[in-house]
């Protein structure tokens, strides 16, 4: 198994530009997250999908956010418009759904986006 | 709402030291716990896990860990550390009641000096 993909690796932009973040997660996996991780603010959880329905979205920083998972194999994360304080990395992970509820996230390589 | 406290956020040790990094949840039910690790410049990476069973899981690279449910803690250990464990490691616990949802601590940073 290829492990969840993550495109671009690096990513950098200018201020007020578009930037779209591509995941593929595992075969099979039925939830998928996104994550961004910052120095000042660890790691958060922006939004995450079940069944390619979004069922937590709270995480998101504002308007300027986007993610939709249009099928079991493909989600998007979108800044539109891109501020340097949106500089981070970002990572996607999927997870099965184990018998019981529990579950384990499996992480991507993340996409280091840099602003500026 | 759930919460996972992880007390130490800097860790520096030297090699051949023991580990022990503290992990402590707020909830009441029934919990999943993890340790995740993260090199430098890497994703995370899943270290261990409890489920259920017996309280003490051991994981890759030498790495236990220890369920005390009436602690809510879930610590971390090695009793040999190597240069190479130098990393973030980060606890999660996921609760029936959170969607199981994974609710993260803030990490350790852990610095083995060779």
């Known amino acids: 198994d290829a492990g969840v993909i993550q495109s671009p690796r690096h990513e950098v932009t200018e201020m007020g530009q578009e930037v779209t973040l591509r995941c593929k997660p595992i075969?099979?996996?039925?939830?998928l997250f996104w994550y961004r991780q910052t120095m000042m603010r660890g790691l958060e959880l922006l939004i995450y999908f079940n069944n390619n329905v979004p069922i937590d979205d709270s995480g998101m920083p504002e308007d300027r956010f986007s993610a939709k998972m249009p099928n079991a194999s493909f989600s998007t994360l979108k800044i539109q418009p891109s501020e340097p304080r949106d500089s981070a990395v970002y990572f996607c992970a999927s997870s099965p759904w184990v018998s019981g509820g529990g579950y384990e996230q499996y992480f991507g390589p993340g996409t280091r986006l840099t602003v500026t | 709402a759930q919460s996972v406290s992880q007390h130490n956020h800097h860790v520096i040790l030297s090699e051949a030291a023991s580990l022990e990094l503290g992990c402590n949840y707020s909830?009441?039910?029934?919990?999943?716990l993890f340790w995740y690790v993260q090199y430098p410049g890497q994703h995370l990476q899943l270290l261990l896990k409890?489920?259920?069973?017996d309280p003490l899981v051991k994981g890759i690279k030498g790495f236990e860990a220890e369920f005390i449910k009436s602690k809510f803690s879930f610590n971390l250990r090695k009793p040999s550390v190597q240069w190479s464990d130098t990393a973030e490691y980060f606890c999660?616990?996921?609760?029936?009641?959170?969607?199981?949802?994974?609710?993260w601590g803030a990490g350790t940073k852990l610095i083995i000096k060779p």
């Open positions: 909830y009441g039910g029934t919990v999943n």
């Open positions: 409890y489920f259920s069973g």
């Open positions: 075969s099979g996996h039925n939830s």
């Open positions: 999660a616990v996921n609760a029936e009641d959170s969607n199981y949802q994974l609710i």
